[in-house]
């Protein structure tokens, strides 16, 4: 029997198609109950402050970059969304005058329009956010080369290559409405899966490649980035994938109550911990990976109970 369809996009598989005890679940998980979903492999924690969360998660971009040397490179694989951690990362580099020519780093993906990514003058360029907020305040003596930075493009050799050459200590990303990390969003409902999501390890064999993104991460990125203006939102981008991922040390995903909202905070961490992989719910693939983090700001977790506004 097929499972039922989506009441958000009916042509494509989400988590609105999951099991409704499933669901009920998450929503009924608290602060503390999801600090107990930690398991060997899989870590959540906790901080009391906007400041020291996003000070953490710039502190992962100085102890990966620390690693690096020149015989043995090591980046580290960042996210638009959120933000507010690159302009730290800078003041880090400058004040600690740290040295990360031999370093590297991978952005996760970046918007395509008619087959292309998006110039890096677009007002949406992931690229063009990167180096206004990080790379191009850090010291011209300390910063690595234009060549060490690696953006995605519609053309994927480039940066799939890159991935064989240097070791990535730590892959940062956010969580979308749709449960997505980069743009790693549920397929499409169709032949042959039109009656059940891919299994994971179909899932699993995707490397970084053009994607139609599913309407709710546009609608999510019109809401974040433009107003709510839909129509300026492309509808496709190139994203990092799955195969990349696991090439990834460590996977550490940043929730501030941003992005996603209370139930999608619960969900995926629900269903990584206890393993409930569905590629409906492209976050839970990352039960999958041997070292994950979940981090959240307290403040931003919200609650799932009803309120009338």
Request: proline fraction near 8%; glycine fraction near 6%; include cysteine.
């Amino acid at each position: 029997m097929a499972r039922r369809r989506s009441v958000v996009a009916p042509d494509w598989w989400d988590y609105t198609t999951l099991d409704e005890e499933l669901l009920a679940d998450a929503a009924r998980l608290t602060a503390e109950d999801l600090v107990q979903l930690s398991r060997p492999g899989f870590r959540v924690v906790m901080y009391d402050t906007l400041e020291d969360f996003y000070l953490a998660e710039a502190l992962e971009y100085i102890n990966a970059w620390r690693q690096s040397t020149d015989d043995n490179p090591v980046g580290i694989c960042g996210p638009i969304g959120p933000t507010e951690q690159l302009p730290l990362v800078a003041r880090l580099v400058n004040e600690l005058e740290l040295d990360v020519r031999s370093a590297h780093f991978w952005g996760m993906d970046e918007w395509v329009l008619d087959g292309k990514e998006v110039s890096i003058d677009h007002p949406l360029s992931f690229e063009r956010a990167d180096r206004q907020l990080c790379f191009d305040r850090i010291d011209p003596r300390l910063r690595m080369p234009d060549e060490h930075l690696h953006f995605p493009k519609a053309d994927t050799r480039p940066y799939i290559e890159s991935w064989e050459q240097v070791r990535c200590a730590v892959m940062q990303g956010g969580q979308g409405e749709v449960k997505h990390w980069a743009f790693n969003d549920p397929p499409r409902r169709e032949p042959p899966w039109e009656d059940e999501p891919p299994p994971p390890e179909e899932y699993r064999k995707l490397g970084t490649r053009v994607v139609d993104l599913h309407p709710m991460t546009i609608i999510q990125n019109a809401r974040t980035s433009g107003g709510g203006y839909v129509a300026g939102v492309p509808t496709q981008a190139v994203t990092v994938g799955p195969v990349e991922t696991w090439k990834a040390e460590k996977v550490s995903i940043w929730q501030a109550g941003m992005h996603d909202n209370p139930f999608g905070q619960r969900l995926t961490a629900l269903m990584i911990s206890k393993r409930i992989v569905d590629t409906s719910v492209p976050m839970s693939l990352l039960a999958d990976h041997p070292n994950v983090q979940f981090n959240y700001y307290r403040g931003g977790l919200g609650t799932c109970e009803v309120e009338m506004h």
